[in-house]
C-alpha cells in the first residue's frame, strides 16, 4: 500500500469505530429499554392483583 | 395495506425483532468481505495507486448519508400527513445514522483529499453542500433534544427534515451545476459506470453492506423509541394505580 | 391511516396537509434554485483560461484558474522548484509559474486548480496547485495491456 497507508488505515479505522460504537450505543440502549419495559409490566401486573 | 399492518407499533416490535438479528448477521456478512476486497484484494488504480482504496469506504458512507437524509424526509411527511407516530420515529431513528455516516463521508474524504488533491479541504460546491447536510442533522437532533412536548417536538423536526431535503438533489448534481474540485459521480451516471468491473463489485458490495447496517441500526433504534414510549405509558398508569390504590 | 377513505373529514385534512407539503417543497425548491441560479459564479470553484481571458481579471487580483495541463507544456527551472506549464480548455490556454510541492497527481493532460493571480507578459501567478482528477477507475494492468496493444489512446476516447 505504500506511503498511501497512512491515510488509507485511519479511513478504515474510522469508518469501523464510529459504525461500531453507534451499533453498539443503539443495540444496548434498546436492550436496556426492553429490560425497563418488562420490569415495569410486571410491576403494573403486581399491583393489579393487589387489587383484586 | 401491508404499510397498515406494518404501522401498528405493537406488530412492529414482533416482526422488527425476528428481522433484525439476521440483519445484523447479513451486515457483518458483507462487511467483513466488502472492506477486505477493498483493501487488499482490488487492483490499484493506475493513476492514484492504493489511495484510491478509500472510495471503498467514501462512496458507501457519501451515498448513505444523502439516502438517509432522504428516508428521514420521506418518513417525516407521512409524520406530518398521517400523524402517526410510528413515521416520526421512524425518522427520528434514522438521524444519528445519517449524522454518522455524513461525518464519515467527510472525513474519509478528506484524508483522500490532502494526497490525490493536494489538500485536505476546499469550499467547493459538493464539499460545502454535504457539510450543510452534516448540520441539517444536528438541527434535526436538536429540536428532538430541545422540545419537550414530543409531538410539537415531531412537527418541528419533520418540517426541518423537509426544508432541508433540497439539499439532497443539490450535493447530487453539485458536479454537474458547477465546476468543482470533486470529480463528477462514477456509478450512476449517463452512460453507465466509470469503474472497472474488478473495482466495482467490492465497492458495490460495501454499499450492499452500508444499507444493512442502515436498516439494523434502523430497526434497533425503532424498537429503542416504542419502548420508551410504552415506558412513559407504564409509568403512568402504574403511578396513577398507586394513588388511587 | 393510509386507506382512510378520503371522503371523511379526517381524510379531507390528510388529503389538505398532502397538498400543504407539496406546494410548501415547489415553492421552497423554486425560491432555492433561483438563489443558487443567481449566485452561479461565486458557487463555481474556478474559472476557465477563457473566462480569464473574456472577463479580463485585472493584474493581480486573486483568482483560481482551471483546466487541463496542456501536454508537453511541462517545465522544471534549474532551481528544482519552480514549474512552468500551461492550463487549457480547448480553446484558450494560458501560462502559469508555481513555486512549491504538486500533488501526486498532478501529471499532463490531467485537470488541475490552480490560485494565485496574473502577472505581467500574461503568464498566470499560482501560489497554490490542486489536481483534480477524473470519474474513471481502472487497474494498472488493464492500461498497461491496453498501451501494449496500442489501444490506450482509443479506449480512454471510448469512455468519454
Known amino acids: 500500500m505504500g506511503d498511501y497507508a497512512l491515510y488509507i488505515w485511519p ?42 | 395495506m401491508l404499510m397498515h399492518k406494518f404501522a401498528n407499533p405493537a406488530r412492529f416490535l414482533r416482526i422488527s425483532k425476528i428481522i433484525a438479528p439476521w440483519c445484523f448477521i447479513l451486515t457483518m456478512i458483507s462487511l467483513v468481505i466488502g472492506l477486505y476486497w477493498g ?52 425518522a427520528r431513528a434514522a438521524a444519528p445514522i445519517g449524522a454518522a455516516f455524513t461525518a464519515l463521508a467527510l472525513f474519509t474524504g478528506s484524508l483522500w483529499g490532502k494526497p490525490m488533491w493536494g489538500t485536505y479541504w476546499i469550499w467547493d460546491a459538493r464539499l460545502t453542500s454535504e457539510l450543510v447536510l452534516l448540520f441539517l442533522y444536528f438541527g434535526y437532533m436538536a429540536v428532538w433534544q430541545a422540545v419537550d412536548d414530543q409531538s410539537k417536538a415531531a412537527r418541528i423536526a419533520a418540517i426541518v427534515a423537509l426544508v432541508g431535503v433540497i439539499n439532497v438533489p443539490i450535493i447530487k448534481f453539485s458536479v454537474d451545476w458547477w465546476n468543482t474540485l470533486h470529480q463528477p459521480a462514477s456509478i450512476i451516471k449517463s452512460g453507465g459506470a466509470s469503474i472497472h468491473p474488478d473495482m466495482l463489485w467490492p465497492l458495490l458490495i460495501c454499499i450492499l453492506a452500508f444499507n444493512l447496517y442502515f436498516i439494523t441500526i434502523l430497526l434497533w433504534r425503532i424498537q429503542s423509541l416504542i419502548l420508551q414510549r410504552q415506558i412513559r405509558g407504564l409509568r403512568l398508569r402504574i403511578a396513577e394505580g398507586t394513588n388511587n390504590g | 391511516m393510509a386507506s382512510a377513505p378520503l371522503n371523511t373529514r379526517a381524510g379531507k385534512r390528510k388529503k389538505k396537509r398532502f397538498y400543504l407539503v407539496l406546494t ?137
Open chain 1, 11 to 52: 479511513c478504515y479505522s474510522a469508518v469501523v469505530l464510529i459504525m461500531s460504537v453507534l451499533g453498539f450505543i443503539s443495540w444496548n440502549s434498546k436492550n436496556n429499554d426492553q429490560k425497563k419495559f418488562t420490569e415495569l409490566n410486571r410491576q403494573l401486573q403486581e399491583l393489579n392483583n393487589q387489587d383484586l
Open chain 2, 39 to 90: 483493501l487488499f484484494i482490488a487492483p490499484d488504480d493506475y493513476q492514484m495507486g492504493s489511495a484510491y482504496r478509500i472510495i471503498f469506504v467514501h462512496v458507501p458512507a457519501s451515498y448513505m448519508s444523502m439516502f438517509c437524509y432522504g428516508f428521514m424526509a420521506f418518513a417525516s411527511a407521512v409524520g406530518i400527513i398521517w400523524k402517526h407516530p410510528l413515521a416520526d420515529q421512524s
Open chain 3, 24 to 160: 410548501s417543497l415547489t415553492v421552497l425548491a423554486l425560491a432555492v434554485g433561483l438563489v443558487l441560479s443567481a449566485l452561479e459564479d461565486s458557487i463555481s470553484l474556478y474559472l476557465d483560461p477563457t473566462d480569464l481571458i473574456e472577463r479580463n481579471i485585472p493584474q493581480g487580483q486573486h483568482v483560481r484558474l482551471g483546466g487541463l495541463v496542456a501536454e508537453d507544456s511541462f517545465t522544471k527551472a534549474d532551481d528544482g522548484l519552480t514549474y512552468h506549464f500551461d492550463i487549457t480548455d480547448g480553446a484558450n490556454t494560458v501560462t502559469v509559474v508555481y513555486k512549491g510541492a504538486l500533488p501526486d497527481l498532478f501529471r499532463e493532460g490531467q485537470g488541475v486548480v490552480v490560485e494565485g493571480a496574473q502577472g505581467d507578459a500574461g503568464i498566470f501567478i499560482a501560489s497554490e496547485v490542486l489536481a483534480k482528477h477524473d470519474e474513471n477507475y481502472m487497474p494498472k494492468e488493464v492500461i498497461d495491456s491496453l498501451k501494449k496493444r496500442g489501444l490506450y489512446k482509443q479506449a480512454e476516447e471510448e469512455s468519454l
